[in-house]
């Protein structure tokens, strides 16, 4: 059985260690710090550390002001409140600016399915894929969050970073060469090619095992 790992604590881990190598680094959220990992993140840097109440909107217009500083603002709370709820704020403030602010969304999809429509978030990606020049991260195990959140800090420019929740399954080794705009290929086949990302890459890899032992090669 696969090692399996929170990312939202894989997040927190890869945040709080970017922050100390990047004294620019600085995170906001919205009433949701402890849930998106980054429980240890105010007690080790008190001064970088923004926690707003429930106000996506105006966190929005903060950590724009916050980069045209030149500071790298890090806004994590639940999907549907950093993409759909302020949308009008990511597309003004950061995406038409250019505003170099890294957004995480979290619980996407029906994670929170008990808690209703409001806590939903099936399109995040559709919506933020209409602000040109947002770069758009969706890793598929805790491996590659940590590396795309290292990924991120280091590109210059609007970002959105999905993840899921509530454990994944570790299915990169931890020497994966991670690169924004170029897909990883897990093993080679000649059958048929299966694409995946974030939450459904696990799946996409049990389809595989089980085209395999029907004889398909997959790649």
Do not use: W
């Not at 906001?28 to 109440?53: I, N, T, V, Y």
């Not at 009008?88 to 890294?102: I, T």
């Not at 993840?163 to 020497?175: F, R």
Request: hydrophobic content about 40%; overall charge neutral; glycine content about 10%.
């Amino acid at each position: 059985m696969k090692e399996s790992k929170d990312p939202r604590k894989t997040f927190g881990e890869a945040v709080t260690e970017a922050a100390g190598k990047n004294t620019n680094v600085i995170v906001l959220s919205a009433d949701s710090s402890s849930g998106s990992g980054l429980k240890s993140f105010p007690g080790k840097f008190p001064d970088r550390h923004f926690e707003f109440g429930i106000m996506e909107q105006g966190v929005m217009g903060f950590a724009s002001g916050l980069a045209t500083t030149g500071k790298i603002p890090v806004f994590a709370a639940i999907a549907p409140f950093v993409t759909a709820r302020p949308f009008e704020m990511f597309r003004n403030d950061l995406g038409y600016m250019e505003q170099n602010v890294k957004v995480v969304g979290r619980c996407s999809g029906l994670t929170y399915d008990q808690l209703g429509a409001t806590h939903h978030s099936i399109d995040d990606v559709a919506i933020i894929r209409t602000i040109p020049g947002v770069t758009i991260l969706n890793p598929g195990d805790p491996v590659t969050i940590k590396k795309a959140v290292h990924a991120m800090i280091e590109h210059y420019g609007p970002c959105y970073l999905k993840i899921g929740s509530p454990k994944m399954p570790v299915l990169y080794p931890e020497d994966t060469d991670f690169r924004i705009g170029k897909g990883i290929v897990m093993q080679e086949g000649h059958d048929v090619a299966l694409i995946g990302t974030g939450t459904v890459l696990s799946k996409a890899v049990e389809a595989a095992r089980l085209l395999q032992q029907k004889g398909i090669s997959v790649r």
